[in-house]
């Protein structure tokens, strides 16, 4: 574990400019937003310009922005790689999250580099490699349980950052090939497919059918929210929300969720501080199952459980509301009633055939539910709410602001009078204004802190306001405004001027760096020339060129930590069973068909096309 003081930050998605800059409203400490090209959501690409304006937004609250750039590069786009490498540290880019490491041999300015979790960051090795290489930052694998992450935290010191909400691939992220090799759309080119959401059957080598139409590879949201400060003893920095493609209720709640969670430990806490200044206030309760979400699970945190997958469907069910209690002419009952329904709200439920349906509320009346149209349910079944209209209709405005506690004082000067005003960060600024004395037939000092307090549309909050003055001077409101202003002004180019960006980290001499293996297959994921040259320099006898770049046949497409023997109640492992079918067990989707093998040793499942 880190030990000793460590500077935490939540970091939120940002699918746009305005979804990062309500990211920030409701408490990120950084946020992470695509760049125009290259980013592991190519449907989340930015310009420059949006990138430039978050910048100097988030640098107000000495918010961090990242830009993800963690795609592999082919050949012919290194040269446009580094063109906008320069222009986003130009627009105020923070650091980039990158899966290529032919960017560290381009010609960039000394922009900090984190390396994406589709670099595979798994074993202390790997870790402790690119933070010698100068990597400022490394994603974790999901995968990884709090004592796995706890190891990798005891032998490194670069900061590690960890997913804590959100979709889940069902592959080692930068391990999945299936959309490449079925589709032609590259996951480690920001195109994936997402054929682990389709619905397969499974049959055994003698074709006989075992499950139908199940979501097999899918799996449920991660929710981390109980495991917060076990993440945080065991020595992660940086808290990751998923959802670069998410909308911005999504951000707004899920943000606001977890900076309220955080603060509660960070309260009690002392050894672990907030990484940016100002306190948001929310004026919405934030809960997560009202945002998307397939169910929700810890995954792999505290070890193997069932409870990870959505084999049902890879739809969003949102919370549980109650079960149907009574079937009625034009409406039904719902018993157990969990939360309040509104007319227009959506809600879902499993039919008898296994299959996720749902239908619009025309009429809530207390446990009386009227729906446009009658849905062929039964009593029992339970009901889910996947779309709150009264919520969603709250966050589709103003729903929060962020301020920065300011002290102020006044003071009469030789000329005239003066104002000092100081932030939470040790930032400071004094103005004055001359202006000819004269004594106030009246008390003026209501008026003046009246008047210094009106900090309403800036990013302050006025907590203290002293008045230093051996006389009752006259101070007209149009003094105060000007000095309340012209303060205001030069506290927020103080700040700007006091905002450091990091510098990229040198690493230690390259030959005294080896990679931890030595040999790249085409799970190197290595793309271009530069790239190999990296590998070359850190030892690596051979480089094979990634899949993209040479297509294989017959090998793995997938290596993911569920398994379904597990799943299904059949680890020879764990749970000290067999199963009665013929191995080895096929996944089929209309013309598609993948074969299943089972590493026992590694505790995980490969998936691979075909016979």
């Known amino acids: ?167 889940l691939c069902v592959s080692y992220s930068g391990q999945c090939y299936l959309s490449a090799a079925l589709g032609g759309r590259s996951a480690n080119r920001g195109e994936c497919a997402q054929y682990c959401r389709l619905p397969y059957k499974m049959t055994d080598a003698t074709g006989q059918e075992i499950v139908n139409s199940k979501h097999l590879l899918s799996l449920k949201d991660m929710n981390r929210t109980g495991q917060l400060e076990e993440l945080l003893d065991a020595g992660v920095t940086s808290f990751k929300i998923e959802g670069r493609l998410k909308d911005i209720t999504y951000v707004k709640n899920i943000t606001a969720w977890y900076r309220t969670r955080l603060d509660e430990i960070l309260e009690r806490r002392k050894e672990y501080i907030r990484s940016s200044d100002g306190d948001s206030r929310f004026s919405f309760q934030p809960v997560p199952e009202k945002s998307f979400n397939r169910g929700f699970t810890s995954y792999f945190l505290n070890g193997r459980t069932k409870e990870i997958t959505s084999f049902d469907t890879p739809k969003s069910i949102g919370e ?41 509320v025309n009429k809530a009346e207390e446990n009386r539910i009227y729906p446009l149209e009658m849905p062929a349910i039964s009593p029992k079944t339970v009901l889910y709410r996947n779309y709150d209209i009264a919520f969603e209709k709250e966050l589709s405005k103003p729903t929060a602001e962020r301020k920065m506690p300011v002290r102020l004082c006044f003071r009469e000067s030789t000329a005239g009078f003066s104002l000092e005003i100081e932030d939470c960060s040790g930032a400071r600024a004094i103005v004055h204004e001359v202006f000819e004395k004269e004594i106030a037939r009246k008390s003026q000092q209501e008026n003046i802190t009246n008047q210094l307090s009106r900090l309403g549309n800036t990013i302050f909050e006025a907590i203290d306001i002293q008045i230093e003055s051996t006389e009752n001077w ?138």
């Open 1 to 167: 574990m880190k030990k000793g003081i460590r500077s935490i930050e939540l970091l939120a998605p940002a699918k746009d400019l305005a979804c990062g800059i309500e990211a920030i409203n409701h408490g990120a400490d950084a946020v992470y937003i695509g760049a125009p090209r290259f980013s592991a959501r190519a449907a989340a690409g930015n310009s420059i310009e949006d990138i430039r304006q978050l910048s100097e937004y988030a640098h107000q609250y000495n918010v961090r922005v990242y830009v993800a750039f963690n795609t592999i590069l082919k050949e012919d786009e290194l040269k446009e790689a580094e063109r906008l490498i320069r222009e986003l540290w130009e627009a105020g880019a923070d650091a980039l999250i990158v899966q290529d490491m032919g960017i560290t041999q381009l010609d960039i300015p000394p922009i900090p580099l984190h390396a994406s979790t589709q670099t595979d960051n798994r074993t202390v090795e790997k870790v402790r490699f690119l933070q010698d290489v100068g990597f400022s930052q490394v994603v974790l694998a999901r995968e990884l349980s709090l004592s796995e992450i706890s190891r990798i935290a005891s032998e490194t010191t670069v900061p590690l950052e960890v997913f804590i909400h959100g979709a």
């Open 474 to 611: 006259f101070v007209p409101s149009s003094l105060l405004t000007t000095l309340r202003r012209n303060a205001i002004d030069k506290l927020l180019c103080t700040r700007k001027i006091r905002y450091r960006r990091e510098i990229r980290k040198r690493g230690k001499e390259v030959t005294a760096i080896p990679y931890p293996e030595k040999q790249l297959t085409y799970l190197g994921n290595v793309s271009n020339s530069q790239a190999k040259a990296f590998y070359v320099q850190h030892q690596v006898k051979q480089v094979d060129p990634a899949f993209e770049i040479t297509p294989q046949r017959n090998v793995p497409l997938m290596f993911t930590r569920h398994c379904l023997k597990y799943s299904m109640g059949w680890c020879p492992v764990k749970q000290k069973t067999s199963h009665p079918y013929k191995e080895p067990f096929y996944l089929l989707y209309k013309e598609t068909r993948l074969r299943l093998q089972f590493d026992c040793k590694n505790c995980q499942m490969i998936i691979a096309e075909g016979d």
């Open 320 to 360: 549980e509301v109650g079960r149907v209690k009574e079937i009625r002419k034009g409406y039904f009952t719902v018993s157990g009633l969990k939360r309040e329904l509104n007319n227009g709200d959506g809600l879902v439920y499993f039919n008898s055939a296994g299959q996720l349906t749902g239908f619009r």
